[in-house]
């Protein structure tokens, strides 16, 4: 048992740690197929940094985003890339050439081979989207190992029972996820100019509706899914690419000049509840949104645990007399 939540407590440290950017490994997935066969969809890389050269799979940033695509050249002003399933390198088709301070670190490889991971990719997007709840998880993992050491030092009478363990754990993980999913809303703030002419950038004509595009990130998670609120104006249009949304939005019409405000929220809702439920549940309050959802996640976990588990049962710590007539554990 100690030995268990000591690994497990030292895995999710360091897969949050490691998709945080603490350490000098990262990890990362891929979300299109560009680099197919090598990496396809959702496949999980790991990414460290050091030097780069010709051959490489390298993640690097650019004006839209990070890309994670092949050096295939290299020349005087930067290395030329191309996605390994696309007929042309990335600089042909206008991406100028990309600067050793723009690349984030090289994809690991063992053996001449890339290290390929399938299935890491929702692992990351699931770290990336909820790594506040896991922080929180791993404190009462702690809490719940530290509690247990304690336990050994009592006498034997004073024993720790299993609901003194599982019963913080459980509810520390659901408390921990409807604070995540709280906090997670992200709001950009829209303000728009309305003047007799509506000429100039974000300039609108007075007593004419209109309609302008705005950019909002979003999680490019598969185990997550958003909710977009549009408040003080109206959502006629949507493509959503990675973890960028571009919205077409419809300004309504003012009678008076002056500035108009208004504002997109994003809210993030996991994935493995039923769209059509959280729209639902998200129309009665985005708060009932989330404690719903977080209770639909952990309610399977609480029934197993009512189920299968006695908390009143003690966690007993067996002893044996040693050789010098001590009792050890």
Do not use: K
């Not at 088709?93 to 290290?115: F, N, S, W, Y």
């Not at 791993?138 to 004073?158: N, T, W, Y």
Request: charged share 15%; net charge negative; glycine share 12%.
């Amino acid at each position: 048992m100690r030995a268990r939540t000591v690994v497990l407590v030292g895995f999710l440290a360091v897969v949050i740690l490691s998709s945080s950017g603490v350490l000098p490994v990262q990890l990362s997935y891929v979300t299109s197929d560009s680099m197919e066969p090598t990496l396809s969809p959702g496949d999980g890389y790991v990414i460290v940094e050091g030097d780069v050269e010709v051959g490489d799979v390298v993640t690097f940033s650019t004006p839209d985003g990070l890309v994670t695509h092949r050096i295939v050249g290299e020349r005087g002003d930067g290395y030329v890339t191309r996605g390994d399933a696309n007929p042309s390198t990335d600089q042909a088709g206008g991406m100028p050439p990309v600067e050793d301070d723009q690349i984030v670190g090289r994809a690991l490889t063992v053996g001449g081979h890339l290290v390929v991971i399938p299935g890491l990719g929702a692992l990351a997007g699931f770290v990336a989207a909820y790594r506040p709840f896991l922080i929180v998880g791993l404190a009462v993992l702690a809490a719940a190992f530290a509690l247990g050491d304690r336990g050994q030092e009592v006498p034997a009478r004073d024993l720790l029972y299993v609901r003194n363990v599982v019963l913080p754990l459980l509810v520390g993980l659901t408390v921990g996820g409807v604070v995540v999913l709280m906090a997670s809303v992200t709001t950009d703030h829209l303000t728009y100019v309305f003047t007799a002419t509506g000429n100039g950038p974000g300039r609108l004509a007075v007593g004419e509706a209109a309609v302008r595009s705005v950019t909002v990130d979003v999680t490019a998670s598969p185990l997550t899914q958003t909710v977009i609120d549009a408040n003080g104006v109206t959502v006629v249009d949507r493509a959503v690419s990675g973890s960028t949304a571009t919205l077409d939005v419809r300004v309504p019409a003012q009678s008076a000049a002056g500035p108009y405000t208004a504002s997109v929220s994003v809210h993030s809702y996991p994935a493995i509840i039923p769209r059509g439920l959280v729209l639902w549940l998200h129309g009665v309050h985005p708060w009932v949104a989330c404690v719903a959802s977080t209770a639909l996640v952990f309610g399977p976990v609480w029934l197993v645990y009512g189920l299968l588990f006695d908390g009143h049962s003690p966690i007993r710590i067996v002893s044996h007399e040693g050789p010098d007539g001590g009792w050890v554990s």
